[in-house]
């Protein structure tokens, strides 16, 4: 089988050792069933065992392994190695504080997709069956029930990174979305209500970054204008 | 060496399907409640799940629980627990109604109901032709699920442990479960949380073997930490291998794509499971179109420049259709096939996919162990559900779409058990038994403290490799023998593992080292139980238990219709009798199975 080697650049820095962040050089020898960037970790792991970053599914489904690649944000597990001009250079997402070497501290993030209330509310007594929804209908939620969590959006918006604390950010916004486009859900007044402020929606300055960021090819700044629409027409 | 201690009423290990849906429970009830997850909720491996969950809903054509329940019986090959099983599928409507109120997105039929696709095993009439039984959320089910099963609990401010590990379980001299002992990522602290009600639901340990549909994180943490607490683990010889995994990646394609009509064909084109199960084809259990599979395989009828995989064609499906129904994986089949199985077949192998054994449970989720005279006594304090219990509703192979079912209904039913118990309970928390704390303590010492020894990454591939050739979709008397000898060799390595990264901060290397001293634990279980069962069934089928007019399919039910019971001292088996009696319609009787 064919092996190569690749060129690697990462970001290291472990608070428990290091004054300060530094770039390691290192590389790896990869084969034909090495298809994809987090394949050649998982290598590069084997040969350093103090290289810290996040994963589980494998497969782009459960958001963990969000990394800043040769400058741009996508998923280890999603991004094929035979594109990546070398050295790669990999980065821990930008924006969020660093617990140590590619893994952030996503709790900020998490904080604005709690803010926007992200379960259904529906204050009826439930029927004995389902509520009903019709194809159409349900297929408001396509495009936006998909997200997983994995914050290469809002780390890649500049309106994120500057306040994060009061921008509900692109993934948040998307979320709020899901739930005011679903029939079933009945506090949409109150949704719109919680994000009409000059920061928590508003600072969406339609920089599209958000979608070009997102592996799973959705479109929060679509979403986010589907919630301004719901305003204006709420207020006419 | 004293570590903090925290105390709650309950703890729950894992916050997949199964322990966001008992969560919901405690947390509903009012009892301070701690959920501990290795990943944040939504990265648990529930969120890959794909085709869908059953219940007898009847939205698109009649069906009934109790159709269900044959299927279940007869595709555990009759080792499933009947009691459990007619408890599952009669839930089944409930709790999936429960779900969509919840804001599950599933996909619809035109009158608004939730919609249903037939699934490999799931028929009408008991066994006549496939029925629509699966609740499905395109090809995005168990996202949708765990994802609506998160949010609810947020609704009902549940209190989450997000990257805390679960090191060992604390267990008193009485046999009493105390809590657990567990790991801060972040910090490196260990702290004990001490609980009057202890659930385990860690999931699945799919990573001892080479080729898995499983996550890294799967990794049978709650079996390892139940084994060295001295609690046998049941039928862990039967391991479901998914007839298509993507060859090369592992990654699942599911069973809904041939629920939606894809053909499984061989290196001439032939749509060969017509040979193999005239009645179901395609759809017929799971371990029959593995083997069938790894039969033409064998036989020289694969593709590929290695002859080593199967075609699964889809292209003559109305594209808007696999856009609508199954958009994940073409997603998928792009990404790790290279292939758009709109214009071209994707390469399939059978991939190792789910575990049908676990942790010994009943009904109501308590976790059972055998005690002087009975076999199946109640271990006070401590309840186990989802894949990595055994209730035993799979036995020795489960139907697709059975276990995001089991998730739902088991743990809710641990969840209501656990809240009963601790509000029935007076007494005050025990104190905590040192030993316990000093297992983990020691285990972790060994790790800060080992200079040479074996690699952790070397010590699991020889571990998964030798999974991977002794124990597969075929066993081989011979084989299985030298397997047990060769695990335990592995065995001694993870005993010495050493690693580089002493860091106190969101130490990983410690994190695998420590994963993998679970996954051995599973993986001897899972040898030594296969060893041991000199018969077929299920997905456990042995060269040496041929099918005979005697005993059809190899299977014997006279020394073997039993369930295997592994102790960790001393790798010692025993065995505990099948409930045959379903609660409250008749025994459905055994029978030769056949799709
Ligand atoms: C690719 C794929 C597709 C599937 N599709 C279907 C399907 O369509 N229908 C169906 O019915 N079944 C399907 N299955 C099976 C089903 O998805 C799983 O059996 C089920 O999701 C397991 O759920 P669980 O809650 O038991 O565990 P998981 O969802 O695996 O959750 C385990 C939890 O335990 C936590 N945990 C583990 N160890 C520790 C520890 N030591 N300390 C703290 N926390 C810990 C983890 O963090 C996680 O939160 C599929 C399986 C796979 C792999
Ligand atoms: S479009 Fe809005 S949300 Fe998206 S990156 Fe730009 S400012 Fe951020
Ligand atoms: S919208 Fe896309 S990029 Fe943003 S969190 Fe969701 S999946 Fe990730
Ligand atoms: S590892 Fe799950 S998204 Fe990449």
């Known amino acids: ?236 | 060496m004293k570590i903090t201690k925290r105390t709650f009423d309950a703890v729950i290990v894992g916050a997949g399907g199964a322990g966001l849906r008992a969560a919901l429970q405690l947390s509903e009830s009012g009892l301070k409640t701690a959920v501990l997850t290795k990943v944040f909720p939504t990265r648990s491996h529930t969120v890959a799940a794909q085709g869908g969950v059953a219940a007898s809903l009847g939205n698109s054509e009649e069906d009934h629980w109790h159709w269900h329940m044959y299927d279940t019986v007869k595709g555990s090959d009759w080792l499933g627990d009947q009691d459990a099983i007619e408890f599952m599928c009669r839930k089944a409507n409930e709790v999936v109604i429960e779900l969509e109120h919840y804001g599950m997105p599933f996909d619809r039929t035109d009158a608004g109901k939730i919609y249903q696709r037939p699934f490999g095993g799931h028929m009408s009439n008991f066994g006549e032709k496939p029925v629509r039984r699966s609740c499905a959320a395109a090809d995005r089910t168990g996202h949708a699920m765990l994802h609506a099963l998160y949010q609810r609990n947020v609704r009902a401010n549940t209190q989450f442990f997000v990257e805390w590990m679960a090191l060992d379980l604390i267990r008193d001299a009485e046999g009493e479960v105390l809590g657990v002992t567990a790991l801060e990522m972040e910090t490196g602290e260990i702290v004990a949380f001490q609980s009057k009600a202890t659930i385990f639901a860690t999931g699945g340990a799919g990573r001892i073997y080479h080729s898995s549909t499983n996550a890294f994180i799967n990794t049978g943490d709650g079996l390892g930490m139940a084994a060295r607490a001295g609690i046998p683990l049941e039928d862990m010889e039967f391991w479901q291998f998914h007839p298509t995994g993507v060859a090369g990646a592992g990654v699942l394609i599911t069973e809904g794509v041939r629920g939606e009509g894809g053909i499984l064909r061989n290196s001439s084109g032939e749509r060969f499971m017509e040979r193999y199960a005239p009645n179901a084809k395609d759809l017929a259990s799971r371990d029959v179109v593995s083997r069938a599979m790894v039969t033409e395989i064998n036989e020289g009828r694969g593709c590929g420049p290695n002859k080593d995989f199967v075609l699964l064609d889809i292209t003559h499906l109305d594209p808007k259709v696999i856009m609508q129904r199954l958009p994940g994986i073409r997603e998928i089949s792009i990404q790790f096939a290279g292939t758009d199985p709109i214009k071209e077949p994707i390469p399939v192998v059978p991939t190792c996919h789910y575990q049908m054994g676990g942790i010994p449970t009943n009904y109501s989720g308590q976790v059972v162990a055998p005690r002087g005279s009975s076999m199946s006594v109640a271990v006070p304090g401590f309840y186990a559900a989802g894949e990595c219990a055994c209730a035993s509703v799979h036995g020795a192979n489960r139907l697709g779409t059975n276990s995001l079912l089991d998730l739902l209904v088991f743990g809710k039913s641990a969840g209501e058990t656990a809240v009963e118990d601790v509000k029935k309970s007076t007494k005050a928390h025990k104190d905590l038994p040192q030993e316990a704390i000093e297992r983990t303590l020691e285990r972790i010492n060994r790790l800060d403290t080992q200079r040479d020894g074996a690699g952790v990454h070397e010590s699991r591939l020889a571990m998964q490799r030798t999974m991977q050739n002794h124990c597969g979709v075929f066993r081989f008397a011979d084989k299985l023998k030298e397997g047990v000898s060769k695990i335990l060799d592995v065995q001694k390595d993870v005993q010495r593992t050493v690693i580089k990264d002493k860091s106190k901060v969101f130490n990983t290397a410690r994190i695998e080292a420590l994963e993998l001293e679970n996954l051995i634990e599973v993986a001897v279980a899972t040898m030594i139980s296969a060893e041991a069962r000199k018969e077929s069934r299920g997905a456990h089928v042995r060269d040496d238990a041929p099918d005979t007019a005697e005993r059809p399919n190899g299977r014997d039910d006279q020394n073997w219709l039993k369930h295997t019971l592994w102790f960790k001292e001393g790798n010692r088996l025993d065995y505990k009798s099948v409930k045959l009696t379903p609660l409250t319609v008749p025994t459905i009787e055994l029978k030769k199975r056949a799709y």
């Open chain 1, 1 to 236: 089988m064919t092996t190569r080697t690749m060129q690697f650049r990462i970001y290291r820095y472990d608070p428990d050792k290091d004054d300060k962040p530094y770039l390691q050089d290192i590389s790896v020898e990869v084969d034909a069933t090495d298809r994809k960037l987090l394949d050649a970790m998982v290598k590069l792991k084997a040969k350093d065992d103090t290289i810290a970053f996040r994963r589980s599914c494998r497969e782009g489904v459960c958001g963990s392994d969000a990394l800043n690649i040769n400058g741009r944000n996508g998923l280890a597990c999603l991004t094929d190695l035979k594109d990546l001009p070398e050295p790669v250079v990999l980065r821990p997402l930008p924006g969020l504080p660093i617990i140590r070497d590619l893994i952030v501290d996503m709790t900020q993030f998490f904080k604005q997709y709690h803010s926007i209330k992200p379960y259904l509310i529906n204050n009826d007594p439930p029927p004995e069956t389902e509520r009903l929804q019709t194809p159409e209908e349900r297929e408001e939620l396509n495009g936006v029930y998909e997200c997983i969590l994995c914050a290469c959006c809002s780390t890649a918006c500049p309106s994120f990174w500057w306040n994060p604390d009061k921008y509900v950010g692109p993934a948040g916004l998307l979320q709020a979305y899901r739930f005011i486009a679903d029939t079933r859900d009945q506090a949409t007044s109150e949704r719109l209500d919680n994000l009409e402020d000059p920061y928590r929606l508003f600072r969406c300055h339609s920089i599209m970054n958000c979608v070009d960021a997102c592996p799973k090819g959705l479109n929060p700044m679509r979403a986010i204008g589907k919630i301004k629409d719901a305003m204006v027409r709420r207020a006419v």
